[in-house]
C-alpha cells in the first residue's frame, strides 16, 4: 500500500492563484464592460475594481501578467508530470455516460485523489474556455496590432461577446465547483493540505 497526496503542492499553487487572479479579473473586467455595455445591464459599481475605467483596465491588464505566469507555469508542470495525461485525458466515453447519469440521479460516487469522468470533462472543458477567454481577451486589447486574431474571430464586436460569454462560463464553472465543495467539504481540506490518498500496489 502506497501513501501518497491527493494534490502535489504545484496544483495547490495555482489552483489558490488562480482564485486570487479571478477575482480580480472579473472585478476589473466588469468595470471595463459597464463603460460600453454588451447588454441591456451593468454590475453594480461596488462589484468592479478600478474606480474609473482607466483604473479597470490598469488593474485588468496588471492582473493579466500574473494569471499568464500562473497559467505556463500550471501548463508546463502539468505537461511534464503527466498530470493532465493522467488525471484529465484518461476516460473513456462510456464511462462519461455511466458517471453522467449517476451525477444526474445525485449518486455519483467521489473517491479521494481521483477524478471520475465528469470532472475529467469538466476541467478540459473549463482550459478550453480558459483559452478562448485569452484569445478573446488580446484580441480586445491589442485590435490593430492583433488584425488577423480579431478576424478569425468574426471581428472586434464578435470578439467581445467570445470574451463575455467564455468569462461567465468560467464562473458558472467556479460556482459548480463550489456546490461540490459544500457536499464534499474535505475536497477543501485536501486542496489546502494536500491530503492523502492510498494507491493499493499488487504483488
Not at 66 to 72: F, R
Not at 187 to 194: D, K, Q, S, Y
Request: proline letters at 3%.
Amino acid at each position: 500500500m502506497k501513501r501518497d497526496r491527493q494534490h502535489s503542492w504545484p496544483v495547490r499553487l495555482c489552483h489558490w492563484l488562480n482564485v486570487l487572479v479571478m477575482v480580480l479579473m472579473v472585478m476589473s473586467g466588469w468595470g471595463i464592460y459597464n463603460a460600453s455595455p454588451l447588454f441591456d445591464f451593468s454590475f453594480p459599481a461596488w462589484l468592479t475594481l478600478g474606480g474609473w475605467l482607466g483604473g479597470h483596465i490598469a488593474w485588468h491588464l496588471a492582473v493579466m501578467w500574473l494569471l499568464a505566469g500562473n497559467a505556463l507555469l500550471y501548463l508546463i508542470w502539468g505537461v511534464s508530470s503527466g498530470h493532465f495525461r493522467r488525471d484529465f485525458f484518461s476516460f473513456a466515453p462510456r464511462q462519461l455516460v455511466i458517471d453522467g447519469w449517476q451525477a444526474m440521479r445525485g449518486k455519483l460516487h467521489h473517491t479521494p485523489g481521483r477524478y471520475n469522468a465528469v470532472q475529467k470533462l469538466m476541467y478540459v472543458g473549463v482550459l478550453v474556455v480558459g483559452f478562448l477567454l485569452v484569445l478573446s481577451g488580446l484580441a480586445n486589447w491589442k485590435p490593430v496590432q492583433l488584425s488577423g486574431l480579431v478576424a478569425l474571430m468574426g471581428g472586434f464586436d464578435i470578439a467581445r461577446y467570445v470574451h463575455f460569454y467564455c468569462m461567465a462560463a468560467v464562473l458558472l464553472f467556479a460556482l459548480i465547483h463550489a456546490i461540490m465543495v459544500l457536499l464534499v467539504p474535505k475536497t477543501l481540506v485536501a486542496m489546502i493540505t494536500g491530503g492523502r490518498k492510498e494507491e493499493h500496489q499488487d504483488g
